[in-house]
Structure formats: C-alpha cells, structure tokens
C-alpha cells in the first residue's frame, strides 16, 4: 500500500529535477556573447556540467532539507534512530554513478580540447620543410592578410603551451601573426610584418590569428572572455594563442594574473573588423607611419595611471625597438629587462 | 610490603599533579594536548579575526570600481595575507593543531600525545610565523599573492616578501612536528581494547592527513627556500633573464599547495564524521567508505596540482593527465557526501547549533565540489581561471567547508572543554547570519568570473560594479555574524549551564571522563566496549535475536526436509 505512492513521488521528483536541470543549463545567461571558434565548444560543455550539477544539487540539497525536517528530534524523545550503518548496493551505486559521470566529462572535455586546438600548440613547426606548404596556403589565402606568414616559419620553433591550431586548420599556417608582449602594465601588440606595433588588438573575423605571447618583466596572462580563450604570458617562455574570432566588434582583454600593483588596470581591446575593414586598418597604418613607428597609444585605464606605474615613453620605445629588432629572426631572443 | 604501606595510606592528590590547569597556564610552553589544543584554537580564531578585517577592507575597496578606498599595493598586501593568513594560521591550525590535538589523544584513550615537548614546539611556532606576516606590512606588505608566484615575488618587497616566506617555514615546519606526532600516536597509543574498526574517523582523517603533509611540505620548503636565495643571495632559479624557469616554481609550489587544500578539509571532513552520528542518534553510515575515501583522497590529491596550471606553461599531455586525475577525487568526495546524509536518513535528528553547521557545511560544500567539477575541465577551467569564479569555489569549499565545519566542531565540543554549554539562540542566530552572509558574498562571485572579472584586482571594469555591491554587502554581514559567536562564547564559558560528562549522549571515548577533563584525562582508563557510532545497538541486537530465531525455524524446517529425504 505504501509503495505505490512512494514510486509516484520518486518519478515526479525526477521527472521534475530533470527539467528544472535541463532548463537551467540552457538558461543560465552566465556567459558573455560568444566571439570566437572556441567559445560554443566551452559553452556547451559548461551547460552539461551545469545541467548535471543542477540536478545532483537538487537530489542532495533536497535529501538534506527532507530528512532533516522529517526525521527531526520530536520533544521528549530521547531514544536513537534507526541503526542502520550501511548497505552496499546502495554505495555502489552511488560510487559507480559518479564515477561513471566524471568519466563522461573527462572524455568530452579532452574532446573538446581536442577541437578547439588545445592539442597542437606549436603546430606549424613540426613542419620545418613546410616552406611549400606555406607557399600554398598563401596562394590560396585572401590577399593582404596572409603576407606575414613566411616569417612565422623563420621565426618559430620552440612553442609547445598554449591552444594551437584548431584540427581544420591543423598543419597549415595562420592567416595572421602578431606578438603579444606584457609588460606593466599594458599589452603591446606587434604585427612583425607590417611594422605595426599598436596598444589594442586589430584582428580580421573568420581567419586564423595566431598570438605569440611573451612577457618582459613578470607573468600577465592574456584573456579575452568573449573568445573563451586565455594563456599565461611567460617570461622566458613563448606561449601561443591560435583561434578564430566569429563576430565583428569590440571585446575587452583582460590581464588574469596578478602581476603588480595596477593589475586590476592592465586592459585594453580586441576590435574584431571585417576582413575589408581589417585590410584598410592595416595600410592606414602602414603608409601613415611606416614600418618604424606605430600607433601606439596607452590604453586609457592605464594613462591614468602611468605616473604610478613607471611605464613611460622610453620604455615604451625600448620594447618596441626591441620587437623591431627581433622581428626578423627572434627564435632565441628573450626580452629581457635592463 | 609496598603494596600493603599503599593501600594504608588515605588517597591523596601528589602535589604536582593538579587536577585543572590555571589560565596562565594556558601562556606557557605547556605540555598537555589540551592546553596545546585550546592555545591553537584561540590563536587561531584571532588570525582569522585579523585575515576577517583584511577580507572586510579589500571588500570595502571593492564595492567600487575604482581604487578609492586603499593603496592598490596595500590592497595587494591584504589580499596576500588575507589567503595566507587563513590558510596557515586558521584552518590548518583550528583544525589539525586545534581539534586533533584536544580529540585524538582522548578519542584514542591515551593520556597525551606520543611527543608532548615537540607538540608545545610545533604550537610556538604559530605566533612568530603570524608576527613576521603582520611585521611585513612595516616594509611595505608582501604582495605577490599567497601563491607568490616569481618574478612579481622576486622584484616587489623583498623584504616583506622574505618575511612572509620565513613564516610559510615556520608553520610548515610546525605541520611537518604535528604530522609526525599524530601518527605516532594513532598508530602506538590507541588502547588495546580498541579495534581498527573502532577508531573513531576524526582519528582516520587525521591520520590521512599527517600522511599527506608529511609527503608534501618539505616540497613546499624547498620551493621557498629556492625563492628565498632567489630575492636575497643572487641565485636565479626563477630568473628568466639569467636561465632560471619560473614555472618549475609553480610546480613546486602546487604540489604542496593543492594538498594542503585536502590538509584543510579531510580534518573537517572527520569532524563532520563525529558530529552528525552523535547528533542525529545514529550509526554513522558506511564507516569503511569514509575512512577509505580520506586515504583515496589524499592518494589521488597528491596527482592534481597542474590543475592549477591549465593556463601557465603546461604542455598538452599533462592538462589531459591532471583532468582525469583532478575529475576522479570527485568520487571518493562524493562517497562521504552521501554517506553523511544517509546517516541522517531515519534519525532523530537534534537541530541544535552543531547540526546547522554541519548540514550546512554540506549545503555549501556540494556547491562548491560541483564548480570545482567544472574547474577540472580544462576548456572551462581556461576560461575561469584566476577569475572571481575560482574565488567564489574555493570560498565556497574553504569558508562553506571549513569554517562551518570549525564551527560544528566548536559548538559539539565546547561542553567538553568548558564543562559549560553554548547558548543555543545566539548559536542559531550565528547559523542563520553566517548562511545568509556566505551565500552573499560568494554565490555571486560565480557569474562575475564567468562574465569577465579577473581575481585580485583593486579596480576593475564598471559594468561589474553592481554585483559586486551584493558581495561586499555579504561580507558585512559576515563580519557582523562573529558578534553572537563571540559573546556566546565568552559569556557560556563563564556563566554558561553547566554541561556534565556526556551532555550529547556520545559513544566515542573523548566522553567518558569529566569536562573539562583531569590533566591526564582519566583517573582509570577506560575499557573498550562498543564502537564509537553504535547509537540504537541494543535495538538492533533484538532484532537480529528475533531473525535469528525465524531463520533457526527455518532450519529446523529444513533439517526435516532432509530427513524426509534421506529416507
Ligand atoms: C570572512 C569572509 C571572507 C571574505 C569576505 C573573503 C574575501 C576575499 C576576497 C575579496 C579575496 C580576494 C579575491 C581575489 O581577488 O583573488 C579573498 C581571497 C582569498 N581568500 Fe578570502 N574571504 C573570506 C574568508 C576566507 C577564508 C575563511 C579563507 C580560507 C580558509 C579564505 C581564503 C582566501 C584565499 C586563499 C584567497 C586568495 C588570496 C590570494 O589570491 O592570494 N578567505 N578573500
Ligand atoms: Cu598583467
Ligand atoms: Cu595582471
């Protein structure tokens, strides 16, 4: 008599944790917008997650609360409760599900991984005969936005952290190059072909941009929320950022790792163009200034500050020289700090 | 003859051997576990008085996007402290040094730890560690975070910067003493009418985590002490300019430092373990899981620490191999979960202070093992990492999974250390507070990681400023929650009721001597008799008596059965 009701209960309780569950992981609107190649893998996979924790936290939270009310010390009571001290199908079970359920998301996650590139950082080099290869891909790549390509050849070969090529772009070059360098308390990007060494990042939509990181003094780490991408920018170390961004716009770049007093400071932009906008950015700024000069401005955040970072224009130029000077061949170079 | 001239003498109390210790006692290098118990837990609730003003400050700053209220290089100094201080001089010390050393020796029948002198070391330990942080703010504050990550360690406040690290070595140093005499003791001390299998699971988990620390801080030291010559003697280690390698830090770093996040929990956990059975008249449910799972915990926990490296210099095999690692210690954290609130199906359940604390300690901790879930997984964890998402789960495990379970602890045993019990309207008013302010603080913090606010900053983007209103909110109110805990406890542990030996009807051995109990914990030591969760035992012996009566029918049927057979 009793039993009937109780399956009744147990089906709607699980009927009804399942669709809040699945409800909350499609409408959490946790995320900002998704910009980039990578962003939707990341977002799907966090909505599972979410789903799943949704309806683990309902299953405990509401066990928790129900015995806790039900089985409750009534007034004058002072007996014991029931000595039950285990049973193990039941620990099975629920040594075996969440096993189970951890296993699922390891091998997704690796997936995942797998398809936004997080295998194959510092692809392209394994190809060190690749010169034809690159020739191909120029050929066949628009114009105005691959021509820095055959320098990235020269100048590659020790990368191996960071997200490299997505596996449909896997062993090719990419459409554009620029080195990134943090320093206290700004980004400083350097298109090494063009001569452009800039303070925000100019970035053509649905082409492959490869970022090489670097950091002159301490560890910054570069992220861009909307790409759902970010990489530890290491002293002494090259760090690579391969992707694609999906949507035109303007997206913030955040530093993520506390690398001084104004860290909280260090951001400035991404402006993702149209690939025609992209190649009118380019020229403007090639022939306004030419290879040796830039537009470099200090992001604003950050000019408020300069005075208390210690970043001024000599320094500022020393970087960029720096950079201008290892453009062609800076395989060994570390930037260093004098 | 001896005999004869002792038992004609009247008993009388040897002069040195007073029964209670006097307060000045407790400012001494004195030797009994429990006075090194309580000058723990005291100690440390200061510094997480002190670690609480820093979060509250660095919450006041933030409630603005921009630096208006402190120095961003002083924000940075409390923020260093704030995590160091709550790491090594509360949790760890309340936990480990503070309830292992009170409960361990009297759980386990023993009349002190193994090594009283180097338990009283290990103890003074702690307040020069605390000097030196709180000194450093003289010489500008260290300000590379608690993870001090080189080179921002190496070139900001060298001073302040060694002194922090000459106080991380002290307190390791006074981890790595504590280790080596729980172990010991477990292991030598325990009376031998006790099985294995009645040890009482604070006991395991305190095992399991002497075990872990004794693995893993002596990496920490060396990592330390390699910064250390680093800022002061020229060597370079982690000088990229000059051929070091600054992620062989973090390595070094982690390894110690992602255990010492199970050095915080798993004494909890064995909190948890002695509260809920005692409190909700029950055994508690699947003894062997928990006990094992701490072991798999701190096996497994040894093999995770890249995780928190998803984004520095780590190649790809090895974010695949930390993945499956770090997703796997979810099991055996899951296991005691639901082993907990098993124990509190059918029971009859007390809802005073120590079980709100400890079912919320649950609450909190399933919310922050689920985003912890999600950290495992490099594509999210490269998104979030070094977010407020990360501060909002590990405050959620660390101030939802410690704290409340310090509390539980506290309001559980207060009665055995005072003889005096706790007041229970302040204490559930400190429940409530304190749950409303987590969840306030914290929970929000999740959505600002995701949507693009990094961690320890001083300033940061506007359009986040109004949910970081609802943090700092939470946090004064947080603050505000300590009052009640406060005057309830200076208020009961002089006038509060008299608590007698066993006020929560307890089965383990710390409650069958007086409270507070003798200097030397019993008069006689006690016997051995039933296991420490064995609530409602006599019930089930009746019952078991009445099966095996229906199955000894049974047999008689069957003996007949065969009988007829053979015939
Ligand atoms: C009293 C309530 C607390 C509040 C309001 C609070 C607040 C904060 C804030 C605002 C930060 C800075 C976050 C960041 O930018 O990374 C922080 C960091 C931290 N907190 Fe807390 N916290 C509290 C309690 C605790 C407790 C109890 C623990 C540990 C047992 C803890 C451990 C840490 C750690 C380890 C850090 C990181 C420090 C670092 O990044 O170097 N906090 N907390
Ligand atoms: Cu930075
Ligand atoms: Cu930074």
């Known amino acids: 008599m009793e039993q009937i009701p109780a399956s009744i ?33 990341v977002d799907n996979l966090f909505d599972i997650m979410m789903t799943i924790a949704t309806a683990l936290f309902l299953v405990v939270q509401g066990a928790i609360i129900y015995f806790v009310v039900r089985y409750r010390r009534r007034k004058g009571d002072e007996g014991d409760g029931i000595p039950v001290d285990g049973n193990l199908p039941l620990e099975a079970f629920w040594t075996a599900i969440p096993a189970a359920i951890v296993i699922f998301l390891g091998i997704y996650s690796v997936d995942i991984f797998l398809r936004m590139g997080g295998l194959n950082p510092g692809d392209h080099t394994s190809h060190t005969m690749g010169h034809k290869q690159g020739v191909a891909v120029v050929a066949q790549a628009p114009q105005g936005t691959t021509s820095d390509v055959p320098m990235l050849l020269a100048a ?164 960029q020289n720096e950079q201008a000077e290892a453009m062609p061949n800076d395989r060994h170079h570390h930037h260093s700090m004098h | 003859m001896a005999q004869a001239q002792l038992l004609d003498k009247p008993f009388q109390e040897p002069p040195e051997h007073p029964k209670a210790w006097k307060w ?58 704030h995590g160091t201080i709550m790491i090594f001089l509360w949790i760890v010390p309340a936990a480990i040094g503070g309830f292992g050393n009170y409960l361990v020796p009297l759980m386990v029948g ?67 003493m504590g280790s080596v005499n729980f172990i010991v003791t477990i292991w030598k001390m325990k009376i031998p009418s006790m099985r294995w299998d009645q040890l009482p699971l604070f006991c395991w988990a305190t095992l399991a985590t002497s075990l872990l620390a004794l693995v893993s801080t002596p990496v920490l030291a060396a990592g330390l002490i390699l910064l250390l010559f680093d800022i002061n003697f020229g060597t370079s280690f982690f000088k990229p300019d000059a051929g070091g390698n600054v992620v062989i830090y973090q390595h070094l ?40 799972s701490s072991l798999a915990i701190c096996l497994v926990g ?38 907990w609130v098993a124990t509190l199906w059918g029971g009859k359940i007390r809802l005073n202070s120590a079980m709100l604390f400890s079912v919320g300690l649950l609450s909190m901790f399933v919310i922050g ?13 490269i998104h979030v990492h070094d977010t407020y998402y990360v501060v909002a789960h590990f405050h959620y495990v660390l101030f939802g999974g410690s704290v409340f379970g310090l509390y539980a602890g506290i309001y559980h045993w207060f009665p055995k250390m005072t003889g005096r019990m706790l007041n229970e309207p302040l204490g559930i008013t400190h429940f409530v507070l304190t749950l409303i302010g987590t969840n306030l603080t914290f929970l929000p913090m999740h959505e600002l990681g995701l949507k693009g606010m990094p961690r320890r900053v001083a300033m940061y983007d506007p ?59 019993w008069e006689v030591l006690p016997i051995v008799t039933k296991g420490p969760y064995d609530f409602g035992m006599e019930q089930r012996a009746v019952m078991e008596r009445k099966e095996d009566e229906e199955e000894y029918e049974y047999d008689d049927d069957e003996d007949e059965y065969e009988d007829e057979d053979d015939l």
């Open chain 2, 369 to 381: 093992g689920l985003s912890g879930v999600t950290l495992g997984t490099p594509p999210v964890d």
């Open chain 2, 253 to 292: 770093f982690w390894f110690y430092s992602h255990p010492a996040v199970y050095l915080m929990i798993l004494p909890i956990f064995g909190i948890m373990s002695e509260v809920i059975p005692v409190q909700a008249r029950k055994p508690i449910f699947g003894y062997w899981a928990i006990a094992y």
């Open chain 1, 156 to 319: 590659k070969g020790d990368i191996d952290v960071g997200i490299g090529a997505s596996p449909d772009v896997l062993g090719q070059q990419p459409d554009v190059a620029v080195k990134v360098t943090g320093m206290q308390y700004a980004w400083i990007f350097n298109y090494p072909n063009y001569g452009i060494t800039a303070g925000e990042l100019h970035i053509p939509v649905g082409k492959d941009v490869q970022l090489d990181l670097n950091a002159s003094d301490v560890i910054h780490s570069f992220w861009v929320p909307q790409f759902r991408l970010k990489q530890d920018a290491i002293p002494g170390i090259t760090t690579e950022l391969r992707f694609k961004a999906t949507k035109p716009g303007t997206y913030p770049v955040v530093c993520a790792e506390l690398c001084g007093g104004y860290h909280g400071a260090m951001r400035t932009r991404v402006i993702a163009h149209t690939p025609e906008e992209f190649d009118e950015w380019l020229s403007q700024n090639q022939v306004a200034s030419g290879p040796e000069s830039t537009d470099f401005t200090p992001p604003s955040l950050v000019a408020a500050h300069l005075d208390a970072t210690g970043i001024n224009p000599q320094l500022l130029a020393q970087v």
């Open chain 1, 9 to 41: 209960w147990t089906l709607t309780a699980g009927v009804v944790v399942t669709l809040i569950s699945f409800w909350v992981g499609q409408n959490h609107g946790l995320f900002p917008e998704q910009a980039s190649e990578q962003a939707p893998l």
């Open chain 2, 463 to 521: 359009q986040f400023e109004a949910v970081n209103v609802i943090c700092t909110i939470g946090a004064f109110v947080l603050a505000f929650s300590i009052i009640p805990f406060l005057i309830n406890v200076i208020w009961s542990w002089n006038k509060g009721k008299k608590a007698g030996d066993n006020p929560w009807g307890g089965l383990s051995l710390e409650w069958t001597t007086s409270s507070p109990p003798l200097i030397e914990n």
């Open chain 2, 24 to 81: 000045y006692d407790y400012f001494t290098f004195n030797v009994d576990h429990k006075v090194i118990g309580i000058q723990y837990l005291v100690t440390a609730f200061i510094f997480y008085l002190i670690g609480g003003l820093m979060a509250v400050a660095m919450r006041t700053e933030l409630a603005t996007a921009e630096s208006d209220f402190i120095d961003p290089n002083l924000y940075n100094a409390f923020l260093t402290n």
């Open chain 2, 302 to 339: 040894l093999f995770v620490w890249v995780h928190h490296m998803f984004t520095s210099g780590t190649p790809p095999w090895m974010r695949m191999f930390f993945t499956i690692s770090t997703l796997i210690v979810a099991v055996p954290t899951g296991v005691k979960i639901f082993s």
């Open chain 2, 110 to 176: 023993a009349r002190d730890m193994a090594f009283p002198r180097l338990n009283a070391l290990a103890f003074w330990l702690n307040p020069p560690a605390g000097a030196l942080l709180l000194g450093s703010f003289f010489f500008g504050g260290a300000q590379a975070g608690w993870t001090s990550y080189p080179p921002l360690s190496t070139i900001t406040a060298n001073t302040a910067q060694s002194m922090w690290i000459l106080a991380i070595v002290f307190v390791g140093t006074s981890s790595i």
